[in-house]
């Protein structure tokens, strides 16, 4: 099996094919931010598209590329881009949440997350937590200034991390609902529900407005 995901590892290109397709969940959701990005921008016959925007496209296409590779055809990088592709996809999140764009810090601190993952393998539990609880608190502080009730695309990320939460728990190696060699895999699940979140999240408008970037 492999590491905590629990899906039996096969012989063939794919190793763990249910978890390998689910992961182009987040290629999927890359395609639907984009759309969805470049739609509003019509309407309001804007020339340029929200930089955290334009950032999350291009991190949920190198978390797509990173978990396919890592749970598919496993080649000796599969391991540094899965895990550098998703501290990128969380630094992406947290900067949105926070109405900071992304903008020169912002790839700095991307390029720095990416590094770390990649230097220090080791650490990479420790640096994910660390993202995932900065984004838990921004929006927790987000929240408590917002005065208008939560919308549709709060609502989603919330339902759909939540429920992928649950089925990362329960669906990890030696876990009540893993079962190896189910076609039908929790952490599969996991997959499309973070994609449906990251895509939820980043969609929305940041706090701070539109801060954006050529969409050339």
Same mark, same amino acid.
């Given at each position: 099996?492999?590491?905590?995901?629990?899906?039996?590892?096969?012989?063939?290109?794919?190793?763990?094919?249910?978890?390998?397709?689910?992961?182009?969940?987040?290629?999927?959701?890359?395609?639907?931010?984009?759309?969805?990005?470049?739609?509003?921008?019509?309407?309001?016959?804007?020339?340029?598209?929200?930089?955290?925007?334009?950032?999350?496209?291009?991190?949920?296409?190198?978390?797509?590329? #990173?978990?396919?590779?890592?749970?598919?055809?496993?080649?000796?990088?599969?391991?540094?881009?899965?895990?550098?592709?998703?501290?990128?996809?969380?630094?992406?999140?947290?900067?949105?949440?926070?109405?900071?764009?992304?903008?020169?810090?912002?790839?700095?601190?991307?390029?720095?997350?990416?590094?770390?993952?990649?230097?220090?393998?080791?650490?990479?539990?420790?640096?994910?937590?660390?993202?995932?609880?900065?984004?838990?608190? +921004?929006?927790?502080?987000?929240?408590?200034?917002?005065?208008?009730?939560?919308?549709?695309?709060?609502?989603?990320?919330?339902?759909?991390?939540?429920? #992928?939460?649950?089925?990362?728990?329960?669906?990890?190696?030696?876990?009540?609902?893993?079962?190896?060699?189910?076609?039908?895999?929790?952490?599969?699940?996991?997959?499309?529900?973070?994609?449906?979140?990251?895509?939820?999240?980043?969609?929305?408008?940041?706090?701070?407005?539109?801060?954006? +970037?050529?969409?050339?």
């Amino acid at each position: 099996m492999g590491g905590s995901d629990c899906e039996l590892l096969g012989e063939g290109w794919l190793a763990q094919p249910a978890n390998a397709w689910s992961s182009t969940a987040y290629l999927a959701a890359a395609a639907y931010l984009a759309a969805a990005a470049y739609v509003a921008s019509r309407r309001a016959s804007a020339e340029t598209l929200p930089s955290a925007t334009v950032a999350g496209v291009v991190a949920l296409a190198f978390v797509s590329i #990173g978990s396919v590779a890592y749970h598919g055809p496993q080649p000796a990088w599969a391991d540094a881009a899965h895990d550098a592709s998703i501290a990128a996809l969380l630094v992406v999140v947290l900067l949105h949440a926070g109405g900071a764009g992304f903008r020169r810090l912002g790839g700095m601190l991307a390029a720095a997350a990416v590094g770390m993952a990649v230097a220090a393998p080791g650490l990479v539990a420790v640096l994910h937590g660390a993202l995932a609880v900065a984004v838990v608190g +921004v929006e927790r502080r987000r929240r408590r200034r917002r005065t208008s009730p939560p919308s549709v695309a709060d609502r989603v990320a919330v339902a759909a991390l939540g429920v #992928g939460v649950v089925l990362f728990v329960l669906g990890r190696t030696g876990a009540p609902l893993c079962w190896p060699s189910s076609p039908a895999q929790p952490h599969a699940g996991w997959h499309v529900a973070t994609a449906v979140a990251a895509a939820a999240a980043l969609g929305r408008s940041s706090p701070r407005g539109n801060e954006g +970037v050529s969409a050339g």
